[in-house]
C-alpha cells in the first residue's frame, strides 16, 4: 500500500504560480512511477503530467507543457507540480497518483490522494 497526501493548493491570479506536493508514505515509493490528474467541475478526469520511478521520463498534457513541471524527490518521498503562468481553465482539483507501472492513463493507477482545490481566478 501507498498513501498519498497532495498539499499546496488555493487561490491564485491569472499568471501567478503554485507548486503542489505529494507526500507519500507506505511501501518503497521510489519503485513507483507518478502522476498528476485534475478533474474540473462538469469535467472528465484529465491528465497532467507523469514520471517515471527514476525520473528518465515525463511527459505532459499539451495544454500544460512549457508552464507545468513535474519532479520527485525519492529520499523525501515527494512529487511536486510547479505550475507557472496559471490560466482560469487550469481551475480544478489535483490528485496526485502512483503506481508500479508508467502510464499516461489513470485507470491504470492504484494509488490516489485526496486531491488538493486549485483555483485560478481571472
Known amino acids: 500500500q501507498v498513501q498519498l497526501v497532495e498539499s499546496g493548493g488555493g487561490l491564485v491570479q491569472a499568471g501567478g504560480s503554485l507548486r503542489l506536493s505529494c507526500a507519500a508514505s507506505?511501501?518503497?515509493?521510489?519503485?513507483?512511477?507518478v502522476a498528476w490528474f485534475r478533474q474540473a467541475p462538469g469535467k472528465e478526469r484529465e491528465l497532467v503530467a507523469t514520471?517515471?520511478?527514476?525520473?528518465?521520463?515525463?511527459n505532459y498534457a499539451d495544454s500544460v507543457k512549457g508552464r507545468f513541471t513535474i519532479s520527485r524527490d525519492n529520499a523525501k518521498n515527494t512529487v511536486y507540480l510547479e505550475m507557472n503562468s496559471l490560466k482560469p481553465e487550469d481551475t480544478a482539483v489535483y490528485y496526485c497518483?502512483?503506481?508500479?507501472?508508467?502510464?499516461?492513463?489513470?485507470?491504470?493507477?492504484?494509488?490516489w490522494g485526496q486531491g488538493t482545490q486549485v483555483t485560478v481566478s481571472s
Open positions: 507506505g511501501r518503497t515509493f521510489s519503485n513507483y512511477a
Open positions: 497518483a502512483a503506481d508500479l507501472y508508467y502510464s499516461d492513463y489513470g485507470a491504470n493507477y492504484d494509488y
Open positions: 514520471m517515471t520511478w527514476n525520473g528518465g521520463m515525463t
